[in-house]
């Protein structure tokens, strides 16, 4: 089952430590994007983020960054927040502790960053008190699922808007399998946010 929006239950049953949203008493939300970077893909987001003049936080995948630093060092020098989605995007349900850790550590190596997201919002408690003694641990409180191909890119786009509100996280993907969804969506959607007064800020300041 998929939660757009996580359900305050969902979120009491996860471990404590983890930022589902931000406080903040100011109508700004912070736009995310993970398992980049990527040849064009990552540089279609950049495009577009450039041309309403929005940063975002991009948490990368280890393995993509060393396959291709120059996408990397463009998302840096556009400014933007980066974070770390493990190396090779991993499961924390299938993967053994001290291989999670080491996952984590080798992306670090390569992103530098003391936020981390991770990959399909899978953790537990042994983790969570692990990893957040060096990271802040950024979940969502919007899914766009622009990874979803069983959703048109309408729904992704009403996804993201009606799951809006101040401090809201939005999860975006720059990868292939959200590009046709996400290209059609992140405009659109930056748009309204605008129009409806928000701010986009970044996550780690």
């Known amino acids: 089952m998929t939660f757009y929006s996580p359900p305050f239950w969902l979120k009491a049953i996860y ?4 930022t589902w949203s931000v406080q903040t008493m100011q109508r700004e939300i912070f736009l995310t994007f993970d398992d980049g970077p990527i040849p064009v893909v990552t540089p ?3 495009g577009v983020l450039k041309k309403y003049g929005v940063k975002a ?3 990368c995948v280890g393995e993509n960054v060393q396959k291709y630093p120059e996408v990397f060092e463009q998302v ?3 400014g933007h927040t980066i974070g770390n989605h493990t190396f090779h995007h991993v499961k924390a ?3 053994d502790f001290g291989a999670y850790l080491s996952e984590v550590e080798q992306c ?3 992103v530098k960053s003391k936020l981390f997201r991770p990959p399909h919002g899978q953790i537990n ?3 969570t008190h692990e990893i957040g003694k060096d990271y802040k641990i950024i979940m969502w409180s919007v899914l766009t699922a622009d990874y979803d191909k069983n959703l048109s890119k309408e729904q992704c786009l009403t996804l993201a808007v009606k ?8 999860v975006f993907h720059d990868s292939i399998k959200a590009w046709e969804r996400m290209e059609h969506a992140l405009p659109l959607y930056i748009e309204f946010c605008l129009k409806e007064g928000y701010s986009f800020e970044v996550l780690g300041k």
């Open 57 to 59: 936080t991009f948490f």
């Open 15 to 18: 471990p404590r430590g983890l």
């Open 108 to 110: 670090n190596q390569l």
């Open 163 to 170: 799951n809006t509100k101040p401090g809201a996280i939005i």
């Open 76 to 78: 840096k020098q556009d």
């Open 93 to 95: 349900w299938k993967t």
């Open 125 to 127: 408690r042994k983790l």
């Open 44 to 46: 279609l987001v950049l």
